[in-house]
């Protein structure tokens, strides 16, 4: 049921009181799972995306130059154009020993921990490191997210991070032979491109029912009197 005071609340603080109260918790929010690579910015991405959000559903991931740093999965909620969703930094999908051919326990046990957050997904972010151009690695995430699209399950968007000369934009056609459409380049470092990443992530979750479709210009004039 919904808090009493959401119903009689006076107009001048009913949107207030929406927000506070009537909002579905996080754990009801559409997801968006952040997937790649070790150290492809996922993690800067992550605290970039949950800037958006209350300070109080806030949680942070932790950066470091060194790969595979993000070992367990961690949550917080983005605000964007007046959507709210999950985001999810998974962790590194670290690259297989070829030597040996089998993973290493962790990279198996993160390896689960994605799979587990594609299939709660909404959208998928499929982040790649445009400095370093499609990589082994790349392509062996790339394969299993087709097969996830394929069936039915998550969208997939691919995100080409560290896009930090944007005369160098034109490389990120090198991306699209991962065969996930094509790729939004960006910097999490210093936000450029960022912005329309969000966009793309809210349109492709209103595209798929997770959020609720953009109110026309009348319709969102009279939602803001209120």
Partial sequence: LRPLRCQLAPPSTLHHLRRQFCSPSSSELPLLAIVGTPNTGKSTLFNRLVEYAPRAMQSRALVSATAGTTRDRIDGVAEWEGVRFRVQD???IFELDHENSEPSVLERAVAA????????????????DSKAGVTAGDELIARELRRVRGRGGAAVLVGANKLDDWTRAYELAEFWSLGLGEPLGFSALHGAGTGELLNAVVETMRERGAVAAAAPPAAAAVAAAD
Avoid: E, M, N, P
């Fill in 90 to 92: 998974t962790g590194g």
């Fill in 113 to 128: 921990q994605v799979d587990v957050a594609v299939s709660d997904a909404a959208v998928v972010l499929f982040t790649v």
